[in-house]
């Protein structure tokens, strides 16, 4: 593991981080055409730079409620390995250099039901969890069904 410059989030009262290598873009939360049947914490699609982003209400799939409704709320887009998506956050915060020596993963290996919190951020006056967003996108529900659909979407829109 090296030094991990990471865009850090809100969500809850808690701070999350992603690796600044992963983050396209950080933008407002617009319009989201809403798909059926999808879960809960898959607000829908998301029309960013031209590309139809997902948008997962990542306060949602954390904790049960959503932060669609609030000002600060920013949608943070990530690229993994098959597409953008948009994880909802209840504020995007601050880019942050994080050093090797303050990242640790013990204690999270307990958390079988988040696979996608990589390692966890020990600094003087926080403790910051780092998600690994290519993780994410593979481990929860519906992100295979959501993945093809966005790129049925756009086969039909070329």
């Given amino acids: 593991m090296n030094d991990l410059k990471a865009v850090i989030v809100e969500c809850g009262e808690e701070e ?3 690796a600044v290598e992963t983050v396209v873009s950080i933008e407002k ?18 029309k960013i730079r031209g590309e139809l ?18 000002s600060s709320a920013r949608v943070v887009v990530v690229q993994t390995e098959n597409l953008y998506i948009g994880l909802l956050v209840l504020d995007a915060k601050e880019i942050l250099d994080i050093p090797e020596s303050k990242l ?10 988040t696979p996608y919190f ?3 951020a020990n600094l003087e ?17 519906g992100m295979d069904e959501i993945g093809e659909y ?9």
């Fill in 16 to 18: 999350y981080a992603l």
């Fill in 29 to 46: 939360l617009e319009r989201v055409n809403p798909i059926p049947h999808l879960p809960e914490y898959m607000l829908g699609l998301m």
């Fill in 53 to 70: 982003v997902p948008i997962l209400d990542f306060q949602q799939i954390l904790y049960g409620n959503s932060v669609k409704e609030k």
């Fill in 104 to 113: 640790t993963s013990s204690g999270l290996m307990a958390y079988s039901r």
């Fill in 118 to 120: 990589k390692t966890v």
């Fill in 125 to 141: 006056d926080r403790i910051i969890t780092v998600v690994d967003a290519e993780i994410l996108s593979k481990t929860l529900a």
């Fill in 150 to 158: 966005v790129q049925t979407v756009q086969m039909q829109e070329k």
